[in-house]
């Protein structure tokens, strides 16, 4: 399979926990973006990188959520002391760079409840 | 939050019939796209429109960039169970940051046997 693959799939864990989630995407891709995504919603955007550096991040990513693409292939998402209101579904996208414009795929997302 | 306006919100239609549903905005944007979701899955993309007035079909599926830049629609014809699902409208804008997609709140499809 060779579309962009998220781990965990479904992550549970305690309010105040650190949580780390992967994204691997389509591998010619240069551009990955992450969202995430509540019930009944859109998906709301966080950040993208193109390559390895991280060039837009919304107003969204707080300071406890930090995300790195070191070498411009895979890239992580950690959100430090977990709160309730970070359960929501994270999603990864990654698209090639493009003068027409984006073409994003996604991965299957990972599902963060935190309790 | 959310710039797009999705319509309508949710759809219950008879296995045969077409559905149209549509997507506006206040500002321009530059591409739209048209993803579907499955329950605990991430968007499936289903078309991309680029131009001012395009008209692309993907199957049963068309969908058209509107004329002022500010709205699309999608179509689907002679639906079948498989199409159940939450459509979802994106778009890129020019002036919102060229590279982020700004997503509709999508549109609940479900198929009545």
């Known amino acids: 399979d060779t579309g962009v693959s998220q781990d965990p799939r479904h992550k549970i864990t305690k309010r105040g926990q650190n949580v780390t989630f992967r994204c691997d995407p389509i591998?010619?891709?240069?551009?990955l973006y992450w969202y995430r995504q509540t019930l009944g919603q859109g998906p709301e955007f966080l950040t993208y990188f193109q390559n390895e550096a991280q060039l837009e991040k919304s107003r969204l990513l707080s300071d406890r959520f930090s995300a790195e693409r070191p070498k411009g292939s895979f890239s992580t998402l950690e959100i430090q002391r977990t709160e309730q209101g970070d359960s929501a579904m994270y999603l990864c996208?990654?698209?090639?760079?493009?003068?027409?414009?984006?073409?994003?795929?996604f991965g299957q997302g990972t599902r963060l409840t935190v309790v | 939050g959310q710039q797009l306006n999705q319509s309508p919100q949710s759809m219950f239609i008879q296995e045969g019939e077409d559905v149209s549903m549509n997507c506006t905005s206040s500002s321009i944007f530059n591409t739209w796209l048209w993803y579907k979701q499955d329950p605990g899955e991430g968007p499936v993309l289903l078309i991309a429109l680029y131009k001012a007035g395009e008209l692309t079909s993907n199957g049963r599926l068309t969908a058209q960039f509107g004329i002022t830049r500010k709205d699309s629609f999608l179509n689907i014809s002679a639906s079948i169970p498989s199409d159940v699902g939450i459509y979802f409208c994106a778009g890129q804008s020019l002036i919102q940051g060229a590279q982020k997609l700004v997503f509709g709140q999508g549109t609940r499809l479900t198929i009545n046997p």
């Open positions: 591998s010619e891709h240069n551009r």
């Open positions: 996208a990654s698209s090639l760079n493009s003068a027409w414009g984006t073409e994003a795929f």
